[in-house]
């Protein structure tokens, strides 16, 4: 459950001010699949970046999970991260020296959770994300789906109740970019809060709730009754 | 994160960037080794040096005409001249002081030494029958002023004289001459070769009554000592002053010198050398820690995504320094410990081709050379890591 209240956000270019974002209320329920359209500009990243504890919002509050998160210490905002949210990245972010599994097993490493455990709950993620035979290569050595499949992969295997995902197939071609869309949709089936940010129609159309972005305000909100 | 995932997380890091590791331990354990070895030269030096200076005698005093203090009294003082000869007489009296084991006058002077149809000036040192146990210097055939020949005009020849004059007969019993006198040849010195640039294998000894009358003179050059032991050597100096200023009227005119005090001195500034050269070869641990920082400060620039990703999966600030940290760590440690290893072998190769320096690093070197290397290591990856545990995720994952 995500409820933001009266968001703004601000960014000083030069003397200019930029209302990233602009007085935002939004409510997202538990399980909720979510996109968030709008051109460039249109403060749908600083959003999602508020959303997941990447970016302070200047003024307004923020409830995860009947949690109010403003005010928790920069520690404390990680651990969140850690346990709730699941980030998938445009260009993937994957650790250009680590193998696949290695690069899943990060977030296993950052909790603190022992080798042993780390090492069955990648494999499971690994298999979940048909991975198996890629385990032991570099991202250099792996296409953009099974990069993107690496990355969701990373997001998921800490169980996060959030997925946030910033134009997840901006770098795939239209057939692995469904694929992939496919698997952050299964996700979502099984009771994963989905968030897609994306300037793809086709794509934002997918989601059950589909929010339309401009200029650092909410324009439209509208929910597709068709699934 | 635990502590033993934040080491190994950085450990391979360090792994991965193989290239720029390995020119960082490189430039740290040359840091290290540069201590390691010139600490191990400078300290080797010490050490030959003492063991040069204990071998000329035990529990040595050394007296000698003049006074190395400046005082009002006498106008002769500025010209280096002195009151009073030290004599024989002296050297009597201080024969009686109870604390004294032996001693021995010393007469020093060159003359032409001919045998044998051959002809050579050397070094004739005349003194009496304890100058050889008081110089550790030892009879190789024959004896020297044997008791009841205390007057005869007996010499002792250095090993390489004895060689050279007589190298197919014995030379004992030999008749020879040192300028106009003629001597018997009642023993021959051990070959020891040089000690404190002294080759006592080219001199020869007589007796100091000899001597004098051949140098045509009544006084001492010095009185060497050798007090019965270590602790009364200071006492041994203070009777050696009143005994002689009584007997000079008064005058305290005379300078002694214990083996004890000149050792301490050398060691004290070959001791300070050694610091000093230390010193110096910690001047290149500080370059290589600069150089750490530079390196971790690309690093961290170069990392700045995956910085972000890091903070985005969940690390905390704290989790970050510690990754920059411990990688620094690995690095000067691994340097360290390598440049210990390179150091301990150059020691050695210095031992085999030089066998009379002891060239050992003395612990505290080593010590301290590997403490100043992670020391060093350390502090330089503080800014860095700490830089990159304060970049703002947003803008460190928008960079491309």
Redesign the interface.
């Known amino acids: 459950m995500i409820r933001l209240t009266a968001i703004t956000r601000t960014f000083h270019m030069g003397d200019q001010a930029v209302h990233a974002l602009n007085d935002i209320n939004l409510y997202i329920g538990s399980g909720e699949y979510v996109s968030i359209m709008g051109p460039s500009g249109s403060g749908k990243s600083t959003l999602l970046?508020i959303i997941?504890l990447?970016?302070r919002p200047d003024s307004g509050s923020y409830e995860l999970d009947n949690r109010m998160i403003i005010d928790l210490s920069?520690?404390e905002q990680?651990?969140v991260?850690?346990?709730k949210i699941?980030?998938v990245?445009q260009?993937f972010?994957l650790?250009p020296?680590?193998t696949a599994a290695e690069n899943i097993e990060?977030?296993l490493?950052?909790?603190?959770i022992p080798q042993k455990q780390r090492q069955s709950r990648v494999e499971e993620a690994l298999q979940a994300f048909e991975l198996m035979q890629r385990a032991n290569h570099r991202p250099a050595e792996l296409s953009g789906g099974q990069r993107q499949r690496v990355a969701i992969a990373?997001?998921t295997v800490?169980q996060p109740s959030v997925i946030l995902a910033d134009e997840p197939t901006g770098n795939l071609d239209h057939q692995i970019g469904s694929e992939v869309m496919a698997l952050l949709e299964d996700l979502h089936h099984r009771g994963t809060t989905l968030i897609v940010v994306t300037h793809d129609r086709e794509l934002g159309a997918r989601a059950h709730r589909q929010i339309g972005m401009r200029d650092g305000k909410i324009l439209t909100d509208q929910s597709n009754d068709a699934v | 994160m635990t502590l033993s995932d934040t080491l190994q997380t950085s450990f391979k890091t360090v792994l991965s960037y193989r290239i720029r590791s390995l020119l960082i331990v490189l430039a740290m354990a040359l840091g290290v080794a540069a201590v390691v070895v010139l600490t191990a030269l400078g300290d080797g030096a010490r050490n030959y040096i003492i063991n040069q200076f204990s071998s000329i005698g035990t529990n040595l005093l050394v007296v000698l005409p003049g006074r190395a203090e400046t005082a009002g009294s006498f106008p002769g003082a500025i010209l280096g001249q002195t009151p009073r000869d030290l004599t024989l007489a002296d050297a009597q009296l201080i024969g009686r002081i109870p604390q004294v084991k032996r001693y021995a006058p010393l007469n020093v002077g060159a003359a032409e030494l001919s045998a044998a149809n051959r002809l050579r000036e050397v070094t004739v040192l005349g003194s009496n029958t304890n100058l050889i146990p008081i110089r550790h210097m030892q009879l190789a055939q024959g004896n020297f002023l044997a008791q009841g020949s205390e007057n005869s005009a007996q010499i002792v020849l250095g090993a390489k004289i004895a060689q050279e004059f007589f190298p197919r007969s014995q030379a004992i019993g030999q008749r020879i001459r040192l300028n106009d006198s003629r001597f018997l040849v009642s023993g021959v010195l051990a070959a020891q070769g040089e000690s404190m640039g002294f080759n006592t294998d080219e001199i020869v000894i007589i007796p100091i009554h000899h001597a004098q009358s051949l140098f045509n003179t009544t006084s001492l050059f010095r009185i060497l000592i050798e007090a019965k032991n270590h602790s009364e050597i200071e006492s041994v100096k203070h009777a050696v002053l009143s005994v002689l200023k009584q007997s000079h009227d008064g005058e305290e005119d005379i300078t002694v010198i214990t083996q004890d005090a000149v050792l301490a001195t050398f060691d004290r500034i070959l001791h300070t050398m050694t610091l000093a050269v230390a010193g110096i070869a910690a001047i290149s641990l500080i370059v290589a820690g600069i150089l750490i920082m530079n390196v971790m400060l690309i690093a961290v620039t170069q990392r700045t995504t995956e910085i972000g990703l890091l903070k985005a999966i969940g690390a905390t600030s704290a989790n970050i320094r510690y990754l920059f940290f411990a990688e620094a760590i690995w690095l000067s440690a691994a340097g360290a410990i390598l440049g210990f290893f390179l150091g301990q072998f150059g020691s050695w190769m210095i031992r085999i081709a030089y066998p009379l320096l002891p060239a050992w690093s003395p612990i505290w070197a080593s010590t301290a050379g590997i403490a100043v290397a992670l020391a060093t290591g350390i502090l330089a990856s503080l800014f860095p890591a700490s830089r990159a545990a304060r970049l703002d995720p947003v803008n460190a994952l928008s960079k491309r």
């Open positions: 970046n997941g990447l970016d920069e520690t990680a651990q991260r850690r346990e699941g980030f990245f260009s972010h650790v020296r680590l990060l977030p490493i950052l909790s603190g990373r997001a800490m």
